[in-house]
């Protein structure tokens, strides 16, 4: 079985001048996929050596030359991947959809709140899928500070919905408003759940370490 020796490069001119060593150096093991170039990679640059190279000592000696540092590989567990893509994807879909419900459907919107109130409230909502989407992506680079994104828009959800709300109250019992509070502000404890997810592990380390 073959192991990676990874290493990763903050600046793209040493990760470059170091691939081109490599490559000079030792070509076939770049072209048997034995030195892996990866570009950037978890918001550095990486290179991979297997195990199985010529001259694993040599591949090193080199990368070192060039500034490179040797790290523990950054994996995630399967379901915080699969967690993270399902947030980037459905919050890129929600925003579509918000737009087209503040300009193509304000009509049937209007049975329910004043138009331009609808209005308001959708672009607010589109505007905080958009924003979701780029605090995903972030945690997938391994930055932390896409959660904290999230911990942000968690906490204006709910008011933005109590907001929609409120006004549904002109019209409904008070029942039926609480129930849809209540409803509406479990957004709050969204952030809660995504850094319990975080917290699970890969080989001993959780997501959130790796997080910078």
């Avoid at 994996?75 to 994807?89: D, E, T």
């Avoid at 997810?197 to 380390?205: A, E, F, K, N, T």
């Amino acid at each position: 079985m073959a192991y990676k020796n990874v290493f990763t490069f903050r600046e793209e001119s040493d990760y470059e001048d170091a691939k081109n060593h490599l490559c000079e150096q030792m070509q076939s093991d770049c072209d048997s996929s034995k030195i892996v170039p990866l570009g950037r990679y978890g918001g550095e640059y990486r290179i991979d050596v297997l195990s199985e190279c010529s001259n694993v000592i040599q591949a090193a000696n080199i990368i070192k030359e060039h500034r490179g540092i040797t790290v523990a590989p950054k994996i995630r567990n399967g379901f915080v991947s699969f967690w993270l893509w399902y947030i980037l994807i459905s919050n890129s879909i929600m925003g579509v959809c918000y737009l087209a419900g503040a300009f193509l459907f304000k009509v049937e919107l209007d049975i329910l709140l004043p138009l331009e109130h609808n209005v308001y409230i959708a672009l607010t909502m589109a505007y905080i899928s958009l924003f979701n989407t780029f605090f995903a992506e972030a945690l997938l680079d391994w930055k932390k500070w896409g959660f904290w994104g999230f911990c942000a828009s968690s906490v204006i959800v709910p008011f933005v919905n109590i907001f929609g709300v409120w006004i549904f109250f002109i019209t409904e019992s008070i029942g039926t408003v609480i129930f849809w509070v209540i409803i509406l502000m479990t957004g709050s404890v969204y952030s809660v759940g995504l850094w319990a997810i975080l917290q699970i592990r890969r080989d001993g380390v959780s997501c959130w370490k790796h997080l910078k």
